[in-house]
């Protein structure tokens, strides 16, 4: 069996020393496999490309794909799959926080063919700040709560899949990826294996606070309509509350014949305020999708490689 590991890098030229060790060693153990490095350079600013390329040089089994900017994580990933040639593939991140040493294990796991896809997942946070933990929990609750599909907490885009399982996600060919969804949505036999969260190799995490809320924003977006419809369940709620309200003085008016009372100005400041608002956050959500679906309809490509490792066949 042929088995591609593939690493989206994104300035991580510290990390990649490390890692490839690590994944030599990997390839050391499995000696019954043999082994393609994929990493993709997502547009680097460091010294990235140049540490892959000296990897590739003196390494066969080492390919790699440039990006021509960076496109983000979600691109590198899918742009990997797509170059990997393996049976069995896995995705895993250049900072170590995927520990390779559980590669040969989920190697095993698949050989049983009992399983199509063995994914990794945190069990701890530790080491992450407090702040971050509890928004990621949150997170899972809402889109879990939301979508049909469970994705699973401190799931990791980790996993090694086999082939059937690839061209599936490959076919899932929507420009605004939210991995963690499509895996989920692809389906298969799934096993967990589970592992402490462990601190990067070296260099910093790419994400800001603002950027896993964004990106958790996209997510929901990206895979359920959800926020659509409880738009309409408020709309319905203050419909049915304005309507309420009426009656409630039209009932006054002709049974205890009081007209028209002055007092009442605050609360009916408050009310407008309030309905303003939920339009205006409904209207929001609209365009959410709008903007979704205004992307999708450009149809332009998920990624543009600027250079690419030479195949022999
Ligand atoms: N990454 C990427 N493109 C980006 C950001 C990140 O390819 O725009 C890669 C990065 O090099 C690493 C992985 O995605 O291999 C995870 O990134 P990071 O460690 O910053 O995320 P975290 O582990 O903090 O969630
Ligand atoms: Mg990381």
């Known amino acids: 069996m042929l088995i591609s590991l593939v690493v989206p890098c994104y300035n991580e030229e510290e990390a990649l020393p490390v890692l490839y060790a690590a994944l030599k060693d990997v390839r050391s153990q499995v000696t019954d496999h043999s082994f393609e490095f994929v990493f993709v350079n997502d547009g680097s600013r460091d010294k990235t490309k140049d540490v892959i390329k000296s990897l590739a040089a003196e390494d066969p089994d080492v390919r790699y794909l440039m990006f021509s900017r960076n496109f983000g994580k979600e691109a590198a990933m899918y742009a990997g799959l797509e170059k990997a040639k393996g049976d069995c593939i896995a995705i895993l991140d250049a900072d170590m926080q995927d520990p390779p040493s559980l590669i040969p294990q989920m190697i095993k796991d698949i050989e049983t063919g009992s399983w199509d896809i063995v994914a990794a997942r945190r069990v701890t946070r530790k080491g992450e700040p407090k702040i971050r933990s509890f928004f990621a929990r949150k997170f899972y609750r809402i889109i879990n709560k939301m979508c049909d599909v469970e994705i699973a907490d401190g799931a990791r885009d980790f996993r090694l899949m086999t082939r059937p399982v690839v061209d599936a996600i490959l076919?899932?060919?929507?420009?605004?990826?939210?991995?963690?969804?499509?895996?989920?949505?692809?389906?298969?036999?799934?096993?967990?294996?589970?592992?402490?969260?462990?601190?990067?190799?070296?260099?910093?995490?790419?994400?800001?606070?603002?950027?896993?809320?964004?990106?958790?924003?996209?997510?929901i977006v990206s895979f359920t309509t959800a926020p659509l419809r409880i738009?309409?369940?408020?709309?319905?709620?203050?419909?049915?509350?304005?309507?309420?309200?009426?009656?409630?003085?039209?009932?006054?008016?002709?049974?205890?014949?009081?007209?028209?009372?002055?007092?009442?100005?605050?609360?009916?400041?408050?009310?407008?305020?309030?309905?303003?608002?939920?339009?205006?956050?409904?209207?929001?959500?609209?365009?959410?999708?709008?903007?979704?679906?205004?992307?999708?309809?450009?149809?332009?490509?998920?990624?543009?490689a600027s250079e690419e490792s030479k195949d022999e066949d």
């Not at 589970?194 to 997510?219: C, M, P, Q, T």
């Open 171 to 219: 076919s899932v060919s929507e420009r605004q990826r939210f991995s963690k969804g499509i895996f989920a949505w692809v389906g298969f036999r799934t096993k967990w294996v589970e592992h402490e969260n462990v601190e990067r190799a070296a260099g910093e995490s790419k994400w800001s606070f603002w950027s896993l809320f964004r990106y958790a924003i996209d997510g």
């Open 231 to 304: 738009s309409i369940y408020l709309g319905i709620g203050f419909a049915c509350l304005g309507f309420a309200y009426l009656l409630y003085y039209v009932i006054r008016a002709i049974i205890l014949q009081i007209y028209n009372t002055v007092p009442g100005y605050p609360s009916l400041l408050s009310f407008i305020l309030f309905i303003g608002g939920l339009i205006l956050m409904c209207l929001g959500i609209i365009g959410e999708y709008i903007g979704k679906i205004y992307i999708e309809s450009k149809r332009r490509p998920i990624y543009i």
